[in-house]
């Protein structure tokens, strides 16, 4: 494995991914206030929202709201869901700085989230593709259960490797891998992440982890060994897949923002800034969330003896 990298880039998934997950509905103005506050700490990459159909997710049914009201600072890519082509050209229209698709590396959780099989999915995203390009707007894929399913179990690696490579052929920009219900383990995830940059060194590839069995930090230090830049998490640690049983939240911003800098890589975040998001967004949804920086506070606080 090659050297730990020294800069990270984060992508904030918790205003869609975490806020779509908790099944209430968070008024417009809270999702707007927490976007433009997460857009003051420093990040680059936020994926927001998502233009999904209202009937089959309320919580995301503010999308072009959210898009219109959202600051634009120099530097930050706004980065929406879309599940079809109807969604790709409505965010399109909002102005949105990249496109997130996603399908999973099973069939079964496929049907599940999205009622499709992953070959119907890759017909929808070769639909989208092109759309994007007229735009000049990039697109990012999304695997899920790429390091297993909670019902097929262990997902071979070269089905992981075969959707990668169909989804580079269709023309995606980027790829992520994600452990939608939290099965990875780290030797796990160096050995798919080795094999899979071996075979793609100029591909650029992300990383998705949950902390539904509390390995979700060790995976990303597994992550950084064979050299992946580019981290989602979601602030305060919310989230967790409706479609995953007892599935908890992603890994925490602030917590994987700390162990990096601890560690001497840089993301060029502000981790005060992000921990008053974490515990603003507890504030908004009323409940304690799983992060744990923004409780115990960075290593460096000092207390009276």
Known sequence: MMGLPQVVTMREVGTRDGI????????????????????????????????????????????AVVM?????????????????????RRALEARSDRLVVVLAASDTFNLKNIKMTVDDS?????????????????????????????YEGDVPEVRVQEIVGRLLELGVDEV?????????????????????RSRWPEVPFGLHFHNT??????????????????YDASIGGIGGCPFA?????????????????EMGIETGLDLDALIRCAQRMSEILGRDLPGQVMKAGPVGIRHAA
């Open 20 to 63: 779509q997950s908790l099944g209430a509905f968070v008024p417009t103005e809270q999702k707007i206030e927490m976007a433009n506050a997460l857009a003051r700490t420093g990040l680059t990459r936020i994926e927001v929202t998502s233009f999904v159909s209202p009937k089959a997710v309320p919580q995301m049914a503010d999308a």
């Open 68 to 88: 219109g009201a959202i600051e634009r600072p120099p530097g930050l890519s706004w980065e929406p869901l879309v599940p079809n082509l109807v969604g790709a």
């Open 122 to 150: 890759l017909t929808g995203i070769a639909q989208i593709i092109p759309v994007a390009r007229e735009a000049g707007v990039p697109v990012s894929a999304g695997i899920a259960t790429s390091f297993g399913c909670p």
């Open 176 to 196: 992520g891998l994600a452990d939608t219900t939290g099965m990875a383990n780290p030797v796990q995830v160096e050995r798919m992440l080795g094999g899979i």
């Open 213 to 230: 069995r509390g390995m979700g930090l060790a995976n990303v230090v597994a992550g950084l060994r064979t050299g992946v830049q580019i």
């Open 245 to 261: 049983p007892k599935a908890t939240g992603n890994v925490s911003t602030e917590d994987v923002v700390h162990m990096l800098h």
